[in-house]
Each structure stands twice: as structure tokens, then as C-alpha cells.
């Protein structure tokens, strides 16, 4: 026994589900059933089994067994056996549709009554509809298919012999925009061929079905037979790549939508690839029907930027680099191509080439100074810094080696200067000057201005904020006192002299102290 409503739904296409439904006696009553039978369980049919399985039907099995209701496509199969049973029982029909997250939800839910009466139908076999029931096809593809029927004759005993007989094959229209045809209308047995062609939009994950029937010529009673069909659409094309892309460095995932029946243009099968190089990259999917897209990747090299390692140095600034780029941004949001680091911290950098590619680092920099100047003044022979610790020595502007006590015995005439050195070792600026004369030991005053200065016999002093001027001296290395002339113009002392040893020592008493001034002498030409 094959049977089925033929329920469709043309206007809106939605999904349709079977089940099977309680009948009613009222309103509010369910029809009871008694002994073993219930609503899903009706009557008698063939189940060999011992015991029976009455929820485990085999509806392929030749007889089927068991009572089979597809939820899909709505078929009722089975095999009655018992001639005098009369009930009734209802199938549920229930529509579906997806809502705007794609997941389906309940549109409506309708009964159909049916009332299945079991005859004895002697000397004749029912017509059948041969096979497959299920096809599937990609939207915008023609299908077209025949439906093939068959009725075995029934033999009886001899010399009975029983005419053939005729079928008539119609179907239920049950999806929209499909035709149906019978081949020869003159044919005993009809053959019908379907043809549809789904339109763009029509994938589903749910079949699209109809019913056909098949209904033969037999006396008293005919014979009628029910075969649902169903046709799954595919997507015509579900791979998409989106816009050709560009990344800077490293490798990009390409994948397809299955994990099997997959063709790159690069030769491999799997769903997915790893692309490091520029390139157009193509796949296509057999199972998807043929569903095929291309996309050209662009791989730029990503950005180098390197600020260094993190330092520390002895200075109170350092110029950082970059290198060239498109555009710049520095831990305070400065765009240039170079910053200049004045105090000690963490600086951070991004940088962005002309293809949108970025890169950054960052550099500790420790910026030491060394503020401890000394401040030199002479005891007896011995020349000593405010400063402890190591320190360099000059004499005349020479380091003097082997020296780094933060004192030194004067080893001679000179002018002595030192720096001191500290624990990062930086250096401070040069101290005061210290000189050694034959006869002549004085402490260089840094505030007298005397120009010019090496002199070939003639200089000016410059007495500004000097106090009133007492007297003026110029001494040579031995300590004798030269013989010179003096003109006063304001604040100005011009001074001649006629003598010129190397290192010659200025000496001026003002009413506010003694100021001294090295002078060096040169010879005129």
C-alpha cells in the first residue's frame, strides 16, 4: 500500500512536515482505541518479526513491514492483512518557514481525515511506480525525469487468462512552475515525464516534492497507487571570496564551502589553503555544483622598522630615526620622520607605508649627565677638586696620564684644568684653570675679558663692573714685571708692551679685588 494526501503549498513555498494526528469524535473527544491498536498504530499489517515492532517500520522491505509515514514527504507505506478492518486516522501537516536568523520557525499546522477501508481484491495486482524517488539539482539547471509505471498481471489457475491491465498516471502539481506529460496516451502503461528548471533564489535545505499516482482499470475495484518525489536544489554558486585582497606579510586562509570535492588552481584538493606569495587563486567545488570563485591576493612585505636596542648614554638628548615612510606617530603624537629624545623614558613608534602596511617598536632610553663640576683651588704644591671620586687632568689642555685622584701634585708651570668622571661614566664640564708661573702662582679670574688674546704687543681690557682700577701688572713666565704703557677710554685699557716671552699673566688690583688673566704672546711678523 502506498499513499499520500499530496499536500502543497504554491503561494508561498513554504516547508511542509507529516505526522500522525489524534482523530476526533468532538471538539474536545479523542476517538479511543482499544487492545494494541492506537492513533499511529491502526490496523493490521504484515510484520513477520516475533515480536512485533510496531515503531520500527521497514518500508524498502518487499513486502514493506510495518506502518510507515514519511515526516518529509508525507508517503504512508504498508502492507494490510487483514480484509475486514475498517479506521479511521489523521495526518498532520505542518508548514514551515525560516524567520531572519534562518531558523525555522511554525507557520500553521492543518488535519487530514482519512478513513482506510481493507478489501479483498482477488486476481490483480496493484500498478507501481518504479524508481528513484529523490534528485537533486542546481538552481538555474533544467531536470527532467520519467515517471515509469508497471502492473504485473495476475495468473490465476488455467485456463483462466486474465486481460492486462490499463493504468492512468496523473500528479498533484506540486511544485510551481514545473510541467508533467505523459509520453503515449495510447500506452497500457503510462509513462509521464517531469521537467522543472528551479529559478535563482529557490536553494534549499528542504526538498521540493510532489505526488504522482497511478490508478488501474481492475473489477469490481480499482487499484490505486501513491509515490511522493522529491527534489533537493543546490545553490548555483556558494563560494565567495569577496573584493581581491592585499595583506602585508605573513599568509592569508583561503576556503572553500566543503571539505571534500574541492579543485584549486594551485592543484590541491583540500577546503581550504594557506597563500604567502601574490597570485590570482581559483577553486572549484564538484559537489556544490560547480560552484567556482577567484580572488588575487597581493602580498606586500611588511615594514622593518627597528629604533635600536635600548640604551643608555652620557648626554642630555639623542636623535631617533626612522627611515623613510609614509606617514609617522610617536608616543606624544608627533608625525615626523625623527624625534629628538630630552629627557628619559619609553618611546614608542608606528609607522605606515604607501601600501597601508604597518609596523612598530620601541626603545628605552636613558639620558645621564654628569652635573658635578669641579671647582679647583690650590693648596701649597697641590692642586684640589671640590669633587670626589675619578677625574681627568689637563696641563695646558693636555691630559696629564696616570692621574685620576680628584687631587694632584703641580708637576710643573702650567695651567691646570680637570673633569670628574661619575658612576655611568659621563663627564662633567671642565673646571676652573689653575695656574703655575716661575714665581707665579695665581688663580685665573673667568669674568675679566682681555682681547685680542694671543697678543703680538697690544691688547685692550675691557674694566666693566670691575671696580675702580688701582693698578695694572703684566708679568712674564719668570715673574718679572714688564715695562708697558697704558691709555685709558672709558672702560677700556689699552695696554703696549715691548717684551714677549711665551706665557705672559695679567694682574689687576681694583678696589673691589684682585683679578688675574693668562696672556699668550706672539711674535709679529
Known amino acids: 500500500m502506498f499513499d499520500n494526501i499530496g499536500a502543497v503549498d504554491l503561494v508561498d513555498n513554504d516547508s511542509l512536515s507529516y505526522s500522525w494526528g489524534k482523530p476526533r469524535s468532538a471538539i474536545t473527544s479523542n476517538v479511543g482505541y482499544g487492545g494494541k491498536w492506537s492513533y499511529d498504530y491502526a490496523f493490521s499489517v504484515y510484520d513477520p518479526r516475533n515480536p512485533i515492532e510496531p515503531y520500527n517500520p521497514i518500508p ?12 518529509v514527504n508525507g508517503d504512508i507505506v504498508f502492507t494490510p492483512i487483514n480484509c475486514t478492518e475498517v479506521t479511521v486516522a489523521v495526518i498532520n501537516v505542518t508548514e514551515w518557514r525560516k524567520d531572519t536568523a534562518g531558523v525555522y520557525q511554525i507557520i500553521a499546522r492543518t488535519q487530514r481525515d482519512l478513513q482506510f477501508i481493507v478489501k479483498s481484491c482477488p486476481e490483480n495486482n496493484p500498478p507501481n511506480i518504479s524508481g528513484p524517488y529523490s534528485y537533486s539539482i542546481c538552481e538555474g539547471e533544467e531536470l527532467c525525469f520519467d515517471i515509469v509505471t508497471g502492473d504485473s498481471t495476475f495468473i490465476p489457475p488455467p485456463p483462466a487468462l486474465p486481460e492486462p491491465d490499463t493504468v492512468q498516471l496523473s500528479w498533484n502539481e506540486g511544485i510551481s512552475g514545473a510541467s508533467f506529460s505523459i509520453l503515449d496516451t495510447n500506452a497500457r502503461l503510462k509513462t509521464g515525464r517531469f521537467c522543472w528548471t528551479p529559478p535563482s533564489g529557490s536553494a534549499s535545505n528542504k526538498p521540493y516534492s510532489f505526488t504522482a499516482k497511478i490508478k ?28 581581491d585582497t592585499a595583506i602585508c606579510g605573513g599568509s592569508i586562509t583561503l576556503s572553500s564551502i566543503a571539505t571534500g570535492n574541492n579543485s584549486w588552481n594551485t592543484g590541491d584538493t583540500s577546503s581550504s589553503i594557506t597563500v604567502s606569495t601574490s597570485g590570482l587563486y581559483i577553486v572549484t567545488n564538484s559537489e556544490f555544483c560547480n560552484s567556482t570563485d577567484s580572488i588575487y591576493v597581493t602580498v606586500n612585505k611588511a615594514p622593518n622598522l627597528f629604533l635600536g636596542s635600548d640604551t643608555s648614554l652620557c648626554g642630555d638628548s639623542l636623535l631617533l630615526s626612522a ?44 639620558l645621564n649627565t654628569n652635573y658635578n663640576t669641579p671647582f679647583l683651588n690650590k693648596i701649597g704644591n697641590t692642586i684640589v677638586s671640590n669633587r670626589s671620586g675619578i677625574h681627568t687632568w689637563f696641563r695646558d689642555g693636555i ?14 708651570v702650567g ?13 662633567s664640564d671642565t673646571s676652573n684653570l689653575i695656574s703655575k708661573t716661575l714665581g707665579l702662582s695665581s688663580q685665573l679670574s673667568l669674568n675679566l675679558t682681555v682681547y685680542p688674546n694671543p697678543s703680538d704687543g697690544q691688547f685692550t681690557i675691557d674694566c666693566q663692573n670691575l671696580g675702580t682700577i688701582k693698578r695694572i701688572s703684566l708679568i712674564d713666565s719668570q715673574g718679572k714685571k714688564l715695562l708697558t704703557s697704558q691709555h685709558s677710554d672709558g672702560n677700556l685699557v689699552l695696554i703696549d708692551f715691548k717684551s714677549c716671552s711665551e706665557i705672559l699673566f695679567l694682574e689687576i688690583h681694583t678696589d673691589t679685588g684682585v683679578y688675574r688673566q693668562k696672556i699668550i704672546c706672539i711674535q709679529p711678523l
Do not use: H, M
Not at 221 to 243: A, P, Q, R
Not at 399 to 405: E, H, M
Not at 415 to 426: E, K, L, P, R
Open 323 to 366: 627611515g623613510s615612510y609614509d606617514t609617522y606617530l610617536w608616543s606624544d603624537l608627533s608625525v615626523s620622520s625623527s624625534f629628538v629624545v630630552n629627557a628619559s623614558g619609553q618611546y614608542y613608534l608606528e609607522v605606515t607605508d604607501t601600501n597601508g602596511c604597518t609596523a612598530n617598536d620601541s626603545i628605552r632610553v636613558n
Open 415 to 427: 695651567t691646570y684644568s680637570a673633569i670628574s668622571i661619575d658612576s655611568n661614566g659621563c663627564i
Open 60 to 71: 524498502s522491505n518487499n513486502p514493506p513491514i510495518g506502518i510507515y509515514l514519511n515526516p
Open 216 to 243: 488501474d482499470d481492475a473489477c469490481p475495484i480499482n487499484s490505486i497507487s501513491y509515490k511522493s518525489f522529491s527534489i533537493l536544489v543546490k545553490s548555483g554558486n556558494l563560494i565567495n571570496f569577496g573584493k
Open 399 to 412: 691630559i696629564i696620564s696616570g692621574v685620576l685622584d680628584s687631587f694632584i701634585a703641580i708637576p710643573g
